[in-house]
């Protein structure tokens, strides 16, 4: 083993002398020339600068970007704020019936003058209503319902379903609509349970009237209802008192300087008849069923502007051939007497 060792020792040598003989034999290299040295250099600075480059290209970038997108945050969150503090001002419904001059203020941003509202108008969300001695407005509202305002009195309209009352009287009309109504005011909130109500707004007091339906009023999480037939009263002190009142009459007269037309054209007695004794308060009856069957088959035409919802059944009824009795509240309809 030990004789294989030297023997490798030995070939080794052998090469490296044979190496070293023919590096002598050769001589030395020649010199490099300079202009093959500066081509060199300038292949390999731009291999260097490729290869760098993207990096350094990628921290500057990282180092841009990171003010930029803080800047476009800042910016982000001052137009949300600023767009916030604007309301979204969407229409609700438009005037159908003016008395009066009713004076409208805050139809445009940032807008705080006051005019006289126009007849067929279309309201805004975010505006206020004034009524004068002598006026009243009937308002349509997008998505079902109407609104009616009395004489010297203040109405803050929100939104298309959430109202402000400061002062005065407002009658709300429910009917044929999917959301309620919040009637927003110093005392408490009044919400409808699908129904026909008015309330009225004095100085420390409040009164809810009841036609139709269920009203609540809501102060400091006490609820407090009114049903159909009664009124119902409430101090600032939160002190409530109820009682039963006619859903007709001389109390309700006032609606009826602002109520809304009945388009007769094409439609039948009965929606005729079932529309005027729902305006007016009054119970419908029949005075047998043949007039009934009649009512349901008979159709309107011609027009009704400008007569009132207590004027109209002495115009159609007697052209139907009919007549009517009112008694109590109770409207029925029957043969029209020959003399």
Not at 107 to 127: C, F, H, I, W, Y
Not at 299 to 316: F, R
């Amino acid at each position: 083993m030990k004789k294989e060792e030297e023997d490798t020792l030995s070939k080794q040598d052998s090469q490296n002398e044979v190496v070293s003989f023919l590096l002598r034999l050769a001589g030395a290299r020649p010199a490099i020339p300079n202009d093959a040295k500066e081509r060199v250099q300038e292949v390999v600075h731009a291999r260097w600068q490729q290869s760098v480059r993207p990096r350094m290209y990628k921290r500057r970038l990282i180092a841009f970007a990171a003010p930029v997108a803080a800047l476009f945050c800042l910016y982000v969150l001052a137009m949300h704020l600023i767009v916030s503090e604007i309301p979204n001002s969407v229409p609700l419904g438009f005037v159908e019936n003016l008395n009066g001059s009713v004076l409208i203020s805050g139809d445009q941003k940032n807008d705080s003058t006051t005019r006289p509202l126009a007849n067929g108008e279309t309201l805004m969300s975010s505006v206020k209503l004034e009524t004068g001695n002598s006026s009243r407005l009937l308002f349509h509202v997008l998505g079902g319902g109407t609104l009616r305002l009395d004489v010297n009195s203040r109405l803050y309209l929100k939104s298309e379903s959430s109202l402000v009352l400061d002062r005065g009287r407002v009658y709300i009309d429910s009917q044929k609509r999917d959301n309620h109504f919040v009637l927003l005011t110093e005392i408490g909130a009044v919400r409808d349970i699908g129904t026909q109500f008015e309330v009225r707004l004095s100085p420390g007091t409040i009164r809810i009237r009841v036609r139709e339906g269920l009203v609540r009023l809501d102060r400091s999480l006490v609820c407090n209802s009114a049903v159909e037939g009664t009124e119902l009263s409430m101090d600032r002190r939160g002190k409530t008192s109820v009682r039963n009142i006619p859903k007709y009459g001389p109390q309700w007269d006032w609606l009826s300087e602002v109520a809304p037309t009945f388009h007769m054209e094409g439609q039948t007695l009965m929606e005729f008849l079932k529309w005027v004794t729902r305006e007016n308060g009054w119970t419908l009856k029949m005075e047998n069923p043949k007039i009934q069957q009649t009512a349901f088959k008979t159709v309107l035409h011609g027009s009704l502007s400008g007569i009132s919802p207590q004027e109209t059944p002495d115009v159609v009824l007697p052209v139907c051939g009919l007549s009517y009795t009112l008694v109590e509240g109770v409207f029925t309809v029957t043969s029209q007497k020959t003399e």
